[in-house]
Every structure is written in C-alpha cells, then in structure tokens.
C-alpha cells in the first residue's frame, strides 16, 4: 500500500514559508497540508485563500487543506480557485455533508471528512461514496504538537474496514501527534496518508524526518 506523507504548514516558520515548502517538496513530501482554523469550530485562528494561493504559487504538490472551521461551504469556491487540490471538512459542523461533499467534487477538488476523537465512525457512513479522504483525527483539532490519541488506533481500524467493505479507495488519513512512534501502529491499522506538523519541522533535519517517517512503514508491512 502507498505511504502519503502530509507535513502540516501549521508548525512552518512563516518568516520563510516559501524556503520551507520548496524544502518539504525537495525531501520527498507527497502532500502539504494546509490546516484552516477560524477561532469557532476550534479555538485557533490561522489562514485563509491568502495563503493557499501562496502555497500553490511555490509548488507543484498537491495542497491538502483540512477545514476546522463552521459552514465551510463558505469557503469553498475561493480555495479550489485558489489551487487547494483536496478539502476535508468536519461533519460536526457540516449537517448537509452529502451535499458540500458533492459540492467540493464539483469544483473538482478530492472530498474530505474528518472525525474529531469523539465522533463516531458513523456519522459518515451514509456518504462513504462520496468520500476521496477519511480522515481520522488523532488528537482534538486545534494546535499542532498536542499528544497522539492512543485508542484511536482502534478507530482507525474500523474505519479501513469500513472503506474495505464498501469497496472504497478513499484515503485514509490520521493527522495529530504522528511520529516515529506512532506512525507504526496506525499503518499497520490500516492509515495511508500521515499529517505531521511538529514531528517534521521540529526535527533536526525535517527533509530527513519525512523519509524516516516513511521508512517506518516500510519496516512494518
Ligand atoms: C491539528 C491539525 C494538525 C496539526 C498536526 O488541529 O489539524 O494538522 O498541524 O500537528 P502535529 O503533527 O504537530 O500534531
Ligand atoms: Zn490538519
């Protein structure tokens, strides 16, 4: 199976967010994930289409951008214009989520729902169809470099079955406290996309992280 590694901008030094993009994508990122937070859906503020239309300007890799936000429909049209390439968003605060995921295929982006940790697997399956990405968080959404989520592995697990049995090939995403550590049992549980924000660029060598982040997987298949 395909190991995608997502490092998330959230933990990038903004003073020189082009050098460490062009450096993530030199290093063998598969995608940049771009976390859009908006201070209601989680206490966090960061970026809008600003942004993404920066990160689209410097490079060529899919831009994966996670919605924590309330009636993200809003912002939809905007970030597909803006070059995002997949968008996730949470059905905690999206009650019509057949209708917007349809939408975001539209607009010929990848359709994404996250779970928050307390969100039952659920709540998305009436749409697993209409799903590119599943993403299950491992952490409460909000801040980069909180804790791994242990019993989320087991959710995890649920969730390939789920995908399996409905002959879906959607992603499989875990994003929230992914390290060394952690990568290990959420692949083995099925996961083929990893986020990783403060394991990445608070390493001594973030190029390097990503392939050892990788390499992980490799050793455990
Ligand atoms: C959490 C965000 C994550 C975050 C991950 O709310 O959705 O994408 O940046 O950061 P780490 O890997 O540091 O937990
Ligand atoms: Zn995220």
């Not at 989520?97 to 659920?122: F, K």
Request: aromatic share 6%; proline share 6%; charged share 20%.
């Amino acid at each position: 199976m395909t190991v995608m590694i997502a490092p998330s901008i959230l933990s990038a030094d903004f003073a020189r967010l082009g050098e460490e993009i062009a450096m993530l994508e030199a290093a063998g990122a598969d995608w940049i994930h771009v976390d859009v937070m908006d201070g209601h859906f989680v206490p966090n503020l960061t970026f809008g289409t600003k942004v993404i239309e920066t990160v689209r300007r410097v490079t060529s890799l899919p831009i994966d951008v996670h919605l924590m936000v309330v009636a993200p429909e809003r912002y939809f049209d905007d970030f597909a214009a803006a070059g995002a390439t997949g968008l996730t968003i949470h059905p905690e605060v999206s009650p019509h989520l057949h209708r917007q995921l349809g939408r975001i295929r539209e607009l010929g982006c990848a359709a994404g729902a996250a779970l928050n940790p307390s969100t039952p697997l659920d709540a998305v399956v009436e749409v697993v169809p209409d799903l590119d990405l599943l993403l299950v968080m491992t952490v409460n959404p909000g801040f980069g470099g909180q804790r791994f989520i242990a019993p989320m592995v087991d959710k995890v697990r649920r969730a390939r079955e789920l995908l399996d049995r409905s002959g879906s090939d959607a992603w499989l995403q875990v994003d929230g406290g992914i390290n060394r550590d952690t990568i290990v049992p959420t692949w083995q549980a099925g996961a083929d996309s990893f986020v990783a924000g403060n394991a990445v660029f608070a390493a001594s060598d973030p190029g390097a992280e990503i392939g050892a982040l990788r390499a992980r997987c490799a050793v455990h298949v």
